[in-house]
């Protein structure tokens, strides 16, 4: 499943909780999250195009955008992004900033929301199946090649405070699909409602556009599949050990039982010819 988040500019929008609440604060940002949006089949047709899933992207990494304006920052003509924001305006994906620009220089903006465009029922569906894995393909290069430009030229371009600040971590683990879900559910909100705590402050002196990545993943590797085999394998020997050792202390311990008993009847024996001397 591929999300895309809120937007830059609608920072501090939901104001539910402060940057020093509690826990119970944090429970009542998590009630006050939009919810995400998932895209019917129409809307997803209208998304896929490479032009409009950059401008989506554009907008909400540098806020609200006039279509010369999107078109210098992707190197496009104005009237190729004014024609793509109008379509886009017409499935919700975009509006124009109320009481900004005039009727010949329109602003632009991305609409209030997460947005879910690679769910497994669309990238499955014999209708858009293309359509949304175009969509899905371009969103994970826009966000590599900022990831590379950020690993190549960061130690270049940046101060070192922001260079210490950014993050690059992979970790990696065995487990199965219940747990993936339960891990990226809760991921998630955590980083959803760590946001909105962010966002509640408002603008703020030095702030810059950030990325922030969450991918969780299972490897579908030929070598991976030859892992899940093995691992099954191991599991196995080691249920079969283990029941051996439970069914070997039984024994063992049924025997000493009968031991016990036959010690005590021994000594009973013992004790009464001692009582008939």
Partial sequence: MTTLRDPEHHAGHHTGTDADAGPAAGSAASAALEPVRTLDMASMKALAHPLRVQILEALANYGAQTACGLGELLNESSGATSYHLRQLAKYDFVH???????????????????????????ATSPVVGDATRLVTREIERSRAAALAEFATCGYERLPEEWQ????????????????????????????????????????????????????????????????????????????????????TGNQTTGKQTVDSHADNNHSAGNHSKGNQQ
């Fill in 96 to 122: 124009e900033v109320p009481g900004r620009g005039t009727a010949r220089e329109r602003w632009w903006e991305r609409a209030s929301g997460p947005i879910e465009v690679g769910s497994r029922e669309l």
């Fill in 164 to 247: 210490d600040a950014g993050t690059l971590s992979t970790s990696h683990a065995r487990l199965t699909a219940e747990q993936l879900a339960e891990f990226s559910r809760q991921m998630d909100e955590f980083s959803r409602v760590l946001l909105e705590r962010l966002k509640a402050a408002g603008p703020q002196p030095g702030a810059r556009p950030v990325q922030i990545h969450f991918n969780a993943f299972p490897l579908v590797s030929d070598e991976a599949e030859r892992a899940i085999a093995r691992g099954a394998a191991a599991a196995e020997k080691a249920n079969a050990q283990s029941t051996a050792r439970q069914t």
